[in-house]
C-alpha cells in the first residue's frame, strides 16, 4: 500500500522542455470565461495522489486559468501522416501543464484540450466543444475499465467561450492525464524537420522515459521500434477485442507508450463486420474495424522509416534491419489475436485445428450480423445472446463443436467459463446510449451520462439494473455517423 501523503495539487516536473527547443512551443493555455468543472474524475485523482479537487484554486488550474509555479506550459510539435498523407501538424488545440509526479513516483502528462491557440493552430481557434469534450471522457474511461491501455481523462470544465462550428456550440476544456504525449508522428517531425541530433536526442528521452531497460541494447533505435510494435499490436489486439474502432489511426494519433488516444470520431461495433466504419471521414473505410492491424502495420512502417537515420549509418544496413523487424509483425499480431479469441471461446492450450472452429463461429457472425458483444457473452449467459432466431439456429451445429472442443480442456468448463468471463464484456458504451447520454448533458441533464459512467466501470459484470444498455438500436447503427469533434 502506498503510504506516502498526496499532494494538494499537480507535482509538477518538465523534462520535456530538456529536448531541443524545436520539439515545443512555450505558450500559454487562454484565459476561459466562467470555467466550471462538470465532471470530475475521483478515483484518478486518487491514483494521481492528488486531493485539491474541491478546492476552487485547483479548478482554475484545470481550466487553464491558473498556472502552478512549477508548471511551463508547452505545445508539442509532431507531424504525421493523416489517411496516408504526410503534414506537419503540433497541438493546435491542446497545451502541456507539465508532468505530474505522484508520491509513488510515476509520472504522467496534464495535458489541457481546448485551452486556446498555439503556434501550431493552422487557422483553427483552438477550442473544443462540449460535447466532444465528454465523449472524450466517457469513451477513454470506458476503456480504462475494459482494461486496456489509454489516456484518461481527469476532468470537463465548460466554459462561457462559445465555439463556432457548424452551429454554435457550448467550450469545454478537457484535462487529459497520459503516460506521455510522444507519437509515431514526433519521431517523423524529428526525422522530416530536425537534424540527425534531434532525432538521437528524441530517442534518448524516448528511451529513458518509457524503456530505460533499452539503454543497454545494442542497437537502441531497433529495440525501440520492435518494442514500440510490440506494445500496439497488444493494444490492437484489445480494441479488436472489445469491438473498438479508433476511427483516426494516423501516425500523429499512434502513441509511442503504446495508450490509445486522441478520441475522436471512435466508436464501438455492435453488429459484427470487419468493414465497419462510423467515421463521416473515411469514406474508403481505410479505419474500418478489420483494417485497424494493417494500418498499425503501415504507422510502424513509418515509425521505421523515421529511425532509419540512426538504426545504421548505412542507410542499407539500416533498411535491412528494419524490414527485418517491420516482417514480425504478421505472424506476432496473428498469434496474439487467435490467443486473444480463443480466449473468448473459453478454450484451454490451443491447437491447430481451434483456428478453423474460430474462424467458423466469425463467418457465422457475418453473415447474420449478429451483435459482437452480445455473441461472446451469449456463451456464457443466454439471455444475452442475440434474439435472431435464424442465427440461433445457424449457430447450433457451430455450439456443439465448440462444446465438445471444451470437454478437452485440462480445465473443463469451469475454466472455459473463467477465462470467457474475463475476457468477454458484457457492457461497451453502445452508441445510441453514448448519443442520447451527450445530447442530454449539452442541455444540463448529465442523469443518463452519470449512469453510463457508472455502469461502464464494471463492464464484465452482469446485473440486471443494465439491462436496458446491453442492447443496441440496429436502426440507429445504421445511420449513425462519428464526427473528427473538435
Ligand atoms: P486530431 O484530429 O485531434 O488528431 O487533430 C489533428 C490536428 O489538427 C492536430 O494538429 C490538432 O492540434 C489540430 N486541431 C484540431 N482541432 C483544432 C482546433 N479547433 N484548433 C486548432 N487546431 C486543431
Ligand atoms: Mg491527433
Known amino acids: 500500500m502506498n503510504t506516502k501523503k498526496s499532494n494538494t495539487t499537480f507535482n509538477f516536473d518538465n523534462t520535456y522542455l530538456l529536448l531541443p527547443s524545436t520539439f515545443y512551443s512555450k505558450v500559454s493555455p487562454a484565459v476561459v470565461q466562467n470555467p466550471e468543472v462538470l465532471l470530475f474524475n475521483d478515483a484518478l485523482s486518487v491514483e494521481l495522489g492528488i486531493e485539491g479537487k474541491q478546492d476552487e484554486s485547483f479548478s482554475l488550474i484545470l481550466s487553464g486559468n491558473k498556472l502552478l509555479a512549477k508548471s511551463a506550459p508547452i505545445a508539442q510539435a509532431y507531424a504525421g501522416h493523416q489517411f496516408g498523407h504526410f503534414t506537419m501538424l503540433g497541438d493546435g488545440r491542446a497545451i502541456l501543464l507539465g508532468e505530474h509526479v505522484t508520491p509513488a513516483g510515476k509520472r504522467f502528462d496534464i495535458q489541457l484540450k481546448g485551452s486556446g491557440i498555439t503556434p501550431y493552430s493552422r487557422g483553427g481557434d483552438g477550442k473544443a466543444t462540449l460535447k466532444a469534450m465528454l465523449r472524450e471522457y466517457l469513451i477513454s474511461e470506458a476503456i480504462h475499465y475494459l482494461g486496456i491501455p489509454t489516456s484518461r481523462s481527469l476532468a470537463v470544465l465548460k466554459t462561457d467561450d462559445p465555439v463556432f462550428r457548424e452551429v454554435i456550440n457550448k467550450g469545454a476544456v478537457l484535462a487529459r492525464v497520459m503516460k506521455s504525449h510522444i507519437r509515431v508522428g514526433t519521431f517523423e517531425y524529428a526525422s522530416y524537420f530536425g537534424t540527425k541530433k534531434n532525432l538521437q536526442a528524441l530517442t534518448n528521452y524516448t528511451i529513458k522515459r518509457h524503456f530505460p531497460e533499452l539503454s543497454e541494447a545494442q542497437n537502441p533505435a531497433l529495440s525501440l521500434l520492435d518494442n ?21 489511426m494516423n501516425t500523429d494519433n499512434t502513441s509511442i ?17 470487419p468493414d465497419t466504419v462510423f467515421s463521416s471521414i473515411d469514406s474508403y473505410g481505410r479505419y474500418s474495424f478489420g483494417n485497424q492491424p494493417e494500418i498499425l502495420k503501415w504507422n510502424m512502417a513509418k515509425l521505421a522509416e523515421a529511425l532509419l537515420p540512426i538504426i545504421n549509418p548505412d542507410e542499407k544496413k539500416a533498411i535491412s534491419l528494419a524490414v527485418e523487424t517491420i516482417n514480425k509483425f504478421d505472424s506476432i499480431y496473428s498469434d496474439k489475436w487467435y490467443n486473444m479469441m480463443f480466449a473468448k471461446i473459453g478454450i484451454q492450450d490451443p491447437e491447430e485445428e481451434d483456428t478453423s472452429l474460430m474462424d467458423e463461429l466469425m463467418d457465422i457472425m457475418l453473415k447474420y450480423n449478429a451483435d459482437y458483444t452480445n455473441t461472446f457473452a451469449g456463451l456464457f449467459l443466454d439471455d444475452l445472446l442475440d434474439d435472431n432466431a435464424d442465427f440461433k439456429k445457424a449457430l447450433q451445429p457451430w455450439k456443439k463443436k465448440w462444446t465438445n472442443r471444451l470437454a478437452k480442456n485440462k480445465g473443463g468448463l469451469e475454466y472455459a467459463k473463467s477465462i470467457m468471463k474475463k475476457t ?63
Request: proline share 4%; hydrophobic share 40%.
Open 424 to 486: 468477454n464484456p458484457v457492457l461497451i458504451p453502445r452508441n445510441v446510449h453514448v448519443e442520447e447520454s451527450l445530447e442530454l448533458a449539452d442541455k444540463g441533464d448529465f442523469s443518463k451520462l452519470y449512469t453510463l459512467l457508472n455502469a461502464l466501470q464494471k463492464p464484465y459484470d452482469y446485473k440486471e439494473e443494465i439491462n436496458e444498455l446491453l442492447f443496441t438500436d440496429l436502426k440507429f447503427d445504421k445511420k449513425y455517423q462519428t464526427f473528427c469533434g473538435t
Open 228 to 248: 514500440v510494435m510490440r506494445l500496439q499490436i497488444d493494444l490492437i489486439v484489445e480494441w479488436m477485442r472489445v469491438g473498438f474502432i479508433h476511427g483516426v
Open 257 to 273: 507508450s503504446g495508450e490509445t488516444f486522441d478520441y475522436g470520431p471512435c466508436a464501438f461495433m455492435n453488429s459484427y463486420n
